[in-house]
């Protein structure tokens, strides 16, 4: 089991849906926390809810090559870092042949690139027990018509983590790819091309937060979309 009270992690896209309700859970754990987004004053309103648990806010643009890097930097600087959470992300809908190079260029910089190179800046910054989590989903597991370069970019982004995890256990360092389902964060309203298909009513944000927590408690190491469906284990 990991005792996350007190713990300093550094939450990256924590003015997004998913993001905050993550924020918002680990708080509540006990963990202090830096925050990290491109809206200044959503950031701003964040921090001023979650009160003293807020280490420091960072504004970064995760597309800039530097982005990731300097979150991290800043984090550190802030505090000795226990983990990270990367729950930044867009998302795009359409047919291959009407996807232009700038969609693709976004979509697979900002869901794959961009969580390398924070994966790249965190392992240096990231103790003996420490986490990374990268929050992919479901269409890593079962790639979906019209959102082809999305799944693309997800299943990308789960395979690089199972190599990294591998890479990283001699040093204790978990990482932790979550992939849930179709989760209400309002992402599909903001997708940067196209227009979302008809989906089923998703999970909440929040029970896919606490999840994410949980599974930081009892040491998982895989987060499956199946892990967020089946029910939790009746206490003994």
Same mark, same amino acid.
Request: charged share 20%; glycine share 10%; aromatic share 2%.
């Given at each position: 089991?990991?005792?996350?009270?007190?713990? +300093?992690? @550094? /939450? %990256?896209?924590?003015?997004?849906?998913?993001?905050?309700?993550?924020?918002?859970?680990?708080?509540? #754990?006990?963990?202090?926390?830096? %925050?990290?987004?491109?809206?200044?004053?959503?950031?701003?309103?964040?921090?001023?809810?979650?009160?003293?648990? /807020?280490?420091?806010?960072?504004?970064?643009?995760?597309?800039?090559?530097? !982005?990731?890097?300097?979150?991290?930097?800043?984090?550190?600087?802030?505090?000795?870092?226990? !983990?990270?959470?990367?729950?930044?992300? $867009?998302?795009?809908? !359409? *047919?291959?042949?009407?996807?232009?190079?700038?969609?693709?260029?976004?979509?697979?910089?900002?869901?794959?690139?961009?969580?390398?190179?924070? =994966?790249?800046?965190?392992?240096?910054? %990231?103790? &003996?027990?420490?986490?990374?989590?990268?929050?992919?989903?479901? /269409?890593?597991?079962?790639?979906?018509?019209?959102?082809?370069?999305?799944?693309?970019?997800?299943?990308?982004?789960?395979?690089?983590? #199972?190599?990294?995890?591998?890479?990283?256990?001699?040093?204790?360092?978990?990482?932790?790819?979550?992939? *849930? *389902? +179709?989760?209400?964060?309002? %992402?599909?309203?903001?997708?940067? =091309?196209?227009?979302?298909?008809? @989906?089923?009513?998703?999970?909440?944000?929040?029970? $896919?937060?606490?999840? /994410?927590?949980?599974?930081?408690? &009892?040491?998982?190491?895989?987060? *499956?979309?199946?892990?967020?469906?089946?029910?939790?284990?009746?206490?003994?």
């Amino acid at each position: 089991m990991t005792d996350l009270a007190s713990a +300093h992690v @550094l /939450v %990256l896209g924590a003015t997004g849906g998913l993001g905050g309700a993550i924020a918002r859970s680990l708080a509540e #754990a006990g963990c202090r926390l830096t %925050l990290s987004g491109r809206d200044p004053a959503r950031l701003e309103g964040l921090a001023t809810e979650l009160g003293d648990a /807020v280490v420091t806010t960072v504004v970064a643009d995760l597309t800039r090559p530097d !982005g990731p890097a300097s979150a991290v930097r800043a984090s550190v600087e802030a505090a000795p870092l226990t !983990g990270v959470v990367n729950a930044a992300g $867009v998302v795009a809908f !359409g *047919p291959v042949e009407g996807l232009d190079d700038d969609t693709l260029d976004e979509v697979l910089l900002l869901d794959l690139v961009a969580p390398i190179r924070l =994966a790249r800046a965190a392992i240096g910054a %990231l103790p &003996e027990g420490g986490f990374l989590v990268q929050v992919s989903a479901v /269409v890593a597991e079962r790639a979906m018509p019209g959102m082809a370069a999305y799944s693309a970019a997800k299943a990308g982004l789960t395979a690089f983590d #199972a190599a990294l995890a591998t890479e990283l256990r001699r040093r204790r360092i978990r990482v932790l790819d979550v992939r *849930p *389902p +179709h989760t209400e964060t309002g %992402l599909t309203t903001r997708a940067i =091309a196209g227009e979302a298909p008809r @989906l089923p009513q998703g999970l909440t944000p929040e029970v $896919v937060a606490d999840r /994410v927590v949980r599974a930081l408690r &009892e040491d998982e190491r895989d987060l *499956p979309s199946t892990a967020f469906t089946a029910a939790p284990p009746t206490p003994s």
